[in-house]
């Protein structure tokens, strides 16, 4: 089993930065780890993904504002949010899936929200 703790949410003006983190604790090897957002009304979206190789993939609408990275040694990864916009608000998730990519497992999500 596997436990995904995220921090880093928080209020922030459109145009500042934040910087999520989510460390994974448990006894499975962890996979590829990612963040998901789900804005008001509307369904969960990938935001970004990283493997442990770190090979990297991000929606387009975050592309050159948001960076993913990992620490593989800590299981952690880290999603830095620049240049926030008020659409970017949403609950954001931490996803991570097993070494096999044949279970996945959820952080309880952080709230971010940016005002204009």
């Known amino acids: 089993q596997v436990q995904l703790v995220e921090s880093g949410g928080g209020l922030v003006q459109a145009g500042g930065s934040l910087r999520l983190s989510c460390a994974a604790s448990?006894?499975?090897?962890?996979?590829?780890m990612g963040w998901y957002r789900q804005p008001p009304g509307k369904q969960r979206e990938l935001v970004a993904s990283?493997?442990?190789?770190?090979?990297?993939n991000y929606a387009d609408s975050v592309k050159g504002r948001f960076i993913i990275a990992r620490d593989n040694a800590k299981n952690t990864v880290y999603l830095q949010m620049n240049s926030l916009k008020p659409e970017d608000t949403a609950v954001y998730y931490c996803?991570?899936?097993?070494?096999?990519?044949?279970?996945?497992?959820w952080g309880q999500g952080t709230q971010v929200t940016v005002s204009s």
């Open positions: 996803n991570a899936v097993n070494w096999y990519g044949t279970y996945e497992y």
């Open positions: 448990g006894r499975t090897s962890i996979g590829a």
């Open positions: 990283i493997s442990r190789d770190a090979s990297t």
